[in-house]
């Protein structure tokens, strides 16, 4: 039985963060040579506009690497896992077999019985 052990390597969160960070860079550079008057005037309507598109983004967000992270974990596991949905799968299909038998049985037991007694008929 595995032990889930493997460890994941974050690498969209880390991309994500570089890139924030280049983006701040550049808003840096670009505010340099503004008067702060100015500055205050922009961040006072820049900061709720921001907080607003990270409140927008962030289910959008949270659903991508929900997403990225559970399709990585079902292809580092995928053995089990398939096992797993047999099993679950021939547990379902269990009573529709067990029915499918009662149902054909008897039929197969008549045809049993016709076919060996036409044979002992014939010796």
């Not at 670009?30 to 922009?42: C, G, M, P």
Request: contains cysteine.
């Amino acid at each position: 039985m595995s032990t889930y052990t493997n460890t994941l390597t974050m690498t969209a969160p880390e991309l994500v963060l570089a890139n924030l960070e280049a983006a701040a860079e550049k808003f840096n550079t670009a505010t340099e040579h503004v008067t702060l008057a100015t500055k205050t005037v922009i961040m006072l309507a820049g900061a709720p506009l921001l907080g607003l598109m990270f409140v927008l983004a962030l289910p959008l967000v949270s659903v991508a690497l929900t997403a990225y992270y559970g399709a990585k974990l079902i292809a580092a596991h995928w053995a089990a896992i398939a096992k797993h949905v047999k099993n679950v799968a021939l547990f379902f299909a269990a009573p529709f077999v067990g029915l499918a038998y009662i149902i054909v049985m008897p039929f197969v037991g008549f045809g049993a019985v016709c076919y060996y007694g036409m044979k002992a008929a014939r010796k």
